[in-house]
């Protein structure tokens, strides 16, 4: 699997680079999920840009990322372009569990907004 994972204060963004991501994929994908949030990963952004098919497979290792993170941080989904991947998401009504973010950079302000309201709830 490829993949590229770009580490900031206050999140990571996991780009794959494959075409598919399927049931060949989703294993090992699942593995490096629970091993960014065992890392201290508080916020993910997903990105699907380079992704032109997802598999039944691939849609629950995105559903456990979403699991993982529920009560820890933030995950949101970004780059989804193809229209079949698009398609998918809405057929399985996954857009209305995930948060989907559509491009990187807005992606990066949601995670950013998320985070300094998470402070003001603290503070409170």
């Known amino acids: 699997m490829k993949f590229t994972l770009d580490k900031q ?11 598919n991501l399927n049931s060949i994929i989703a294993p090992n994908l699942k593995s490096e999920f629970v091993f960014m949030r065992n890392e201290g990963v508080r916020n993910l952004i997903f990105d699907l840009a380079k992704v032109l098919y997802v598999d039944s497979s691939g849609l629950s290792s995105i559903l456990t990322a979403n ?13 989804i372009d193809h229209p079949a ?7 399985s009504r996954l857009d209305t569990i995930l948060t989907i973010i559509p491009t990187l950079t807005e992606a990066k302000d949601y ?14």
Do not use: A, C, P
Not at 11 to 17: E, V
Not at 69 to 79: E, H, L, N, P, Q
């Open 85 to 91: 991947v698009k398609k998918l998401i809405e057929i």
């Open 9 to 19: 204060d206050q999140y990571s963004i996991f780009t794959l680079d494959e075409e």
């Open 111 to 124: 995670v950013m907004m998320e985070e300094i309201q998470r402070e003001i709830s603290s503070e409170e």
């Open 67 to 79: 699991r993982i993170w529920k009560d820890y941080g933030s995950f949101i989904v970004t780059g």
